[in-house]
């Protein structure tokens, strides 16, 4: 394979950059010509295609966002904007595509490899929210910024002994709330993989007034409900006044933690590995700190599990 391509699909996250440095360094290092596609599937199927050299993915690895840009493309969930998207990339001579993006960018990454077009896809998503690998690139960034956000908050809920309740992402996947919440020391993590009854979360806030504790902070993952909600029905079970912050698109940003330039890095270079070796049709992710491969039958069938003894450790440490 002499030349491949390389595109951000999908909602942005911090180490796509270094991902893309990887493809198209790797790339290079074995001889290839490596292209960049510009704004996702959608560019595709435009032709946004631009050669790169090894320069022009320098001073990026520690930049957040995608210098590729993203979209989200309508048009490319059909065989038609599909078979578009492949022409452009055969015009150009180019016979492998590395996708960085969440689980969508995958199903459209699969339904180029299933009409006979190379290609391997990088989990890039501040989510967590994909089987078949322990982390996304992207989500060790995404829980630093969290942290980070909760750490300032507790100062001022100390000070002014307030219930702060704090809003994350993740829709459907409570991981940002749950690791960021049992690193920050949160006294309730309101996830949607477990169900918790709201008198649960005000009992424990009011047992541990009674210990004299006056500050507390609550998280809860988007897909729960809104802060706002659980702020109000605090409110109308126990009586306690509450603070709301809801964190929004801050945590998309900033510069990669080193943990996802590493992996950015390594996902990178060994999805050029896999296009080199004939290979399609798979994600790369990490096991053990092990670079791995997996089919996407297998990343959209999996079912991708929340750390349940992590829940509860956080239950019993934040007392
Ligand atoms: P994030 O997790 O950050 O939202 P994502 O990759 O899951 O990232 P989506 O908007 O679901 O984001 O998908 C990105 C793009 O992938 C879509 O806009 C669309 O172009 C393409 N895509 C999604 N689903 C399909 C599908 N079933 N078939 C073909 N293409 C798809």
Redesign the pocket.
């Known amino acids: 394979m002499q030349k491949i391509a390389v595109l951000t699909?999908?909602?942005?996250?911090p180490g796509m950059n270094a991902a893309v440095r990887a493809v198209v360094r790797r790339g290079i290092s074995y001889g290839m010509e490596v292209y960049g596609i510009y704004h996702?599937?959608?560019g595709l199927m435009q032709g946004q295609i631009t050669l790169m050299d090894a320069g022009s993915v320098g001073d990026i690895i520690q930049r957040g966002g995608t210098i590729l840009h993203s979209?989200?493309?309508?048009?490319?969930?059909t065989d038609a904007?599909?078979q578009k998207g492949i022409a452009e990339l055969r015009r150009k001579g180019i016979e492998g595509l590395v996708v960085i993006?969440?689980?969508?960018?995958?199903?459209?990454a699969?339904?180029l490899s299933d009409k006979g077009f190379s290609t391997i896809g990088i989990p890039?998503?501040?989510?967590n929210?994909i089987s078949g690998t322990e982390m996304t690139l992207g989500f060790d960034t995404a829980v630093n910024t969290v942290l980070e956000a909760i750490d300032k908050i507790r100062d001022t809920a100390t000070s002014h002994e307030r219930i702060f309740v704090v809003e994350v992402m993740g829709r459907h996947c409570g991981d940002i709330a749950l690791w960021a919440g049992l690193s920050g020391g949160a006294e309730s993590i309101l996830i949607p993989e477990v169900n918790v009854e709201i008198n649960d979360v005000t009992h424990r806030l009011l047992e541990g007034n009674k210990r004299g504790k006056k500050h507390s902070i609550i998280i809860v993952a988007e897909g729960v409900c809104p802060a706002s909600e659980i702020a109000q029905r605090i409110k109308e079970e126990a009586g306690l006044d509450t603070r709301v912050t809801v964190l929004g698109h801050v945590q998309r940003g900033g510069s990669p933690s080193a943990f996802d330039r590493m992996l950015g890095s390594r996902l990178g270079a060994k999805a050029v590995d896999l296009l080199r070796e004939g290979q399609s049709g798979k994600m790369v992710g990490i096991q053990r700190n092990r670079i791995t491969e997996v089919d996407f039958a297998d990343v959209f069938t999996i079912e991708n599990d929340i750390d349940l003894d992590m829940y509860e450790l956080s239950k019993t440490l934040s007392i």
Request: negative net charge; without cysteine.
């Open positions: 699909s999908g909602g942005d996250a996702g599937y959608e979209s989200r493309s309508e048009e490319f969930k904007g599909q993006g969440g689980d969508g960018s995958f199903r459209g699969q339904k890039g998503t501040i989510d929210d």
